[in-house]
């Protein structure tokens, strides 16, 4: 088998994207990098029971950082972000996490904190957020919900006290929130069929929110990330991109490809939708999308673009 890739000219050899879980105690459902204050990089990847770091640039070590035995399912994933120094953790069925300096991840503490689907920070910077979705706070379980943390504090989370506030996406678009990703100075979520843009600021609602469109939607939490100031995401109808202005398709005549192969993966198990994957390649231009399947790390296709040749 031949693996290409769209360079800034034409079309080269890539690596293959592969997932190594051999060292996990089990599969992979979650994963991220993310840089502290200082520039340091870190790695973090969960599983059913657990969270590890795993050593950079070469990933050959892995550390167990978990602080409990978690409750991880194909179904309820890992989401993560980053607060300054705080490397953030959730599931649906565990209470954020947290960790910084310290051996392991701790609980922020039990509810009204959440346990969700997705986490993101949003905000201005000034003024930033914790953000969770499709979120349990203990007594309310909302597929469609948000909960957004205090100002500028990811362990404040009753509302009504230092801008602490939670809500409904309520429409006429059925279904969860799908993904989730802090977009300038706000927030963009998706349901599976509809899009969101949430900005902060209002005197009476501390959050706002835009319905962008009817009928785009993203597949899944992973499947969404931002570059060069333009947010990417990928839908079963096709791959978009959002500058702020409307979204529209990504270039090339791959779509309905992809329309086909997507929803005939998720038709055999929606779990494979928290397994789609987008990563932005910067230093090569190029937009990875790759098909997940919960049963395992095989990429069943994927799609790449680069965004200097447009190819």
């Keep these: 088998t031949i693996f290409v890739m769209p360079t800034d000219k034409g079309f080269g050899n890539t690596v293959r994207l592969t997932e190594n879980s051999a060292a ?4 992979s459902l979650g994963g991220t990098s993310v840089f502290k204050t200082d520039g340091t990089q870190r790695f973090f990847v969960g599983t059913a029971t657990k969270l590890y770091e795993v050593s ?7 550390t167990d950082r978990a602080g409990i035995s978690y409750s991880a399912t194909t179904t309820d994933t890992w989401s993560f972000t980053q607060f300054g120094d705080v490397t953030l953790a959730i599931n649906k069925q565990n209470f954020l996490q ?24 949003c905000g201005p910077t000034t003024a930033p957020f914790v953000m969770a979705f499709d979120y349990n706070d203990g007594t309310n379980n909302y597929r469609d919900g948000w909960f957004a943390s205090g100002l500028g504090d990811y362990t404040g989370w009753v509302t009504g006290t230092n801008s602490c506030v939670n809500g409904r996406l309520l429409d006429d678009i059925p279904g969860p929130i799908t993904a989730a990703i802090g977009f300038r100075d706000g927030v963009i979520a998706w349901k599976s069929s509809g899009m969101y843009y949430g900005t902060y600021g ?24 931002k570059a060069n100031d333009v947010v990417y995401w990928a839908d079963t109808a096709g791959i978009w991109m ?13 779509h309905s490809y992809w329309s086909t192969q ?10 494979h939708a928290n397994f789609f994957h987008l990563i932005w390649d910067k230093p090569k231009h190029v937009l990875h999308v790759l098909a997940g399947n919960s049963s395992g790390p095989s990429i069943p296709y994927g799609y790449s673009w680069n965004s200097v040749s447009g190819l």
């Design 24 to 27: 996990l105690n089990s599969q």
């Design 56 to 62: 950079a640039p070469t990933p050959t070590t892995l």
């Design 98 to 121: 947290q960790i910084n300096a310290g051996a392991a991840f701790a609980a922020v503490g039990a509810a009204p904190v959440p346990k969700a689907s997705i986490i993101t920070t």
């Design 242 to 254: 959002f500058d702020g202005s409307y979204p529209h398709l990504v270039p090339g005549g791959v």
């Design 202 to 225: 209002d005197p009476t609602l501390i959050w706002t929110w835009q319905r962008i469109s009817s009928d785009i939607g993203c597949v899944g939490k992973n499947a969404c990330v």
């Design 262 to 271: 997507t929803t005939t993966l998720i038709a055999a198990s929606a779990t």
